[in-house]
């Protein structure tokens, strides 16, 4: 999850049918614009454990100019094509997460933790 998002749009998951790759994005607002950040990990062939620091990880992001309506309506087509094009290259259909809410809404965390795909991992502060 993005620490710096003030405000979640949504969370997209695609597995892959070979269960050698993920895809996962988010949009969220940051200092005033709506940015879409997305990462594709590749399991490493090593371990299977969702914490591993082996899998390998290709983060991108691109921005709107600002958080509009309009820049946002723009930012979820574009986002949604990526899916599209993702959801054929793995041979798999996404998950979407519907939040628009607060980044500290308990929400973010109830509906990542019903998703089995989320592999959530509850650290203490100490």
């Not at 996962?24 to 950040?37: A, F, P, S, T, Y």
């Not at 591993?52 to 958080?67: G, L, R």
């Not at 290259?89 to 795909?117: M, T, Y």
Request: some cysteine.
């Amino acid at each position: 999850m993005n620490k710096n998002f003030d405000w979640i749009y949504g969370i997209w998951f695609v597995p892959s049918k070979d269960d050698t790759r993920d895809w996962l994005g988010m949009i969220g607002k940051e200092k005033g614009k709506w940015i879409v950040r997305y990462r594709f990990r590749y399991y490493s062939p090593q371990s299977r454990d969702p914490h591993d620091k082996h899998d390998t990880k290709n983060e991108y992001a691109f921005s709107a100019k600002d958080d509009s309506q309009e820049s946002l309506d723009r930012i979820v087509a574009c986002t949604k094509d990526i899916v599209m094009a993702t959801e054929i290259e793995f041979g798999e259909k996404h998950d979407f997460i519907d939040l628009q809410c607060d980044n500290a809404d308990p929400k973010v965390f109830f509906e990542l933790g019903s998703r089995p795909w989320s592999h959530m991992k509850i650290e203490s502060l100490r």
